[in-house]
Each structure stands twice: as structure tokens, then as C-alpha cells.
């Protein structure tokens, strides 16, 4: 059985909403965004709700998303740092009904990172240079990863998600990501 893969410099928090991988090349990337409350930074709501530990009472939004099982594989907060909930080898449960070039259930094929954020809220540069980072170590596992196939989540379920959103700065991310492949 491989091994699970966590990335070094991640903050562990074990998520239980993962399964096996079915048999396919993981050649996917997928950002996100997410914030709880919507809008609001630096709680630790998100790691909350993750691993199923939410207080669904706190919140109106929280009653919304009661009995929903989600997780990614990882969470990068405003000042950079990182969590993951997900080894990079199991399925995690963060792109829904989606399809990439043709192929359903991004989830089966992907890695999704969520940028702890909203869609028209700029990303911190911190939060740019660890999505950088880990990424490239994500392709040093993952080589199937090409360029190309780095993508948002609105792209793979357009129509019913809009994150990363506008404020995300693809061509900043792709030129720190060149950077870090090459070092
Ligand atoms: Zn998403």
C-alpha cells in the first residue's frame, strides 16, 4: 500500500472525509476559496468544518452547510500558513460534480487547495508565495501535473462555483510557480 503523502511544512489536521483514489492518473490542481463565516478571516472555523467538528448553532450561514461533508487537501490562511487535512494520494471531497476535458469527478484525478478568501477580496502575497511553494512539491510527486492543468474550481463546475473569483491573480501565481520550479 503507498504511502500517505503530507507535506512537510503543513499544519496536520486529519480530516475523516476522504476515500481511495480509483485507479487514474492524478494530473489535476485545483484552488479554491473559502472563508466562515463568509468574509470572515482567521477563525478556526474552516478546520472546523472539515473534520466534522463545526457548531452548526453558531452562525445562520453555519445552519446552511449542516450535514455537509467536505474537506481538501489543503487550506492556506491570509498569512500563509498551511493546513492539510487529506494525504495527497487519498480523494479528498472538494470539487462536486465537475468535469475537466471531458473527464467527470475532478475529485477521483485532483488535488484541491482552498485560499482562505472570498472572491473579490485580493489574496495576501503571502498566501501567493506558499501556494507557490506547495505546488511545486505537489508536481514533484505529481509530474502529471502540467501547467495547464492547474485550474479553478469555477472552471471544472462552471455555473455553480465562482472561486478562486476574480481577485485571484493567475498570472502572479503562475510566474511565482516558475520560479519555484526552478529552484
Ligand atoms: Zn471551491
Known amino acids: 500500500m503507498a504511502q500517505d ?79 492539510q487535512f487529506v ?25 484541491g487547495i482552498e485560499m482562505e478568501g472570498y472572491d473579490d477580496c485580493p489574496y495576501t502575497s503571502e498566501q501567493y508565495a506558499r501556494l507557490a511553494e506547495i505546488s511545486a512539491e505537489i508536481i514533484s510527486y505529481y509530474p502529471s501535473i502540467l501547467p495547464e492543468h492547474i485550474v479553478g474550481h469555477s472552471d471544472i463546475a462552471p455555473g455553480r462555483k465562482t472561486d478562486p473569483g476574480p481577485a485571484f491573480d493567475w498570472s502572479v501565481y503562475q510566474a511565482l510557480l516558475q520560479a519555484s520550479l526552478q529552484t
Open 5 to 83: 503523502i503530507w507535506l512537510k511544512q503543513a499544519k496536520r489536521v486529519p480530516s475523516p472525509n476522504y476515500n481511495e483514489r480509483p485507479d487514474q492518473v492524478l494530473d489535476l490542481l485545483v484552488i479554491h476559496n473559502i472563508s466562515l463565516p463568509p468574509k470572515q478571516f482567521g477563525s478556526p472555523y474552516v478546520e472546523q468544518f472539515f473534520t466534522n467538528c463545526l457548531d452548526h448553532d453558531l452562525h445562520p450561514f453555519f445552519d446552511e452547510i449542516r450535514g455537509v461533508e467536505v474537506s481538501a487537501h489543503l487550506f492556506i490562511r491570509r498569512d500563509g500558513e498551511v493546513i
Open 87 to 111: 494525504p495527497l494520494n487519498k480523494r479528498a471531497w472538494h470539487a462536486g460534480k465537475s468535469s475537466f476535458q471531458g473527464r467527470e469527478n475532478c475529485n477521483d484525478f485532483s488535488i
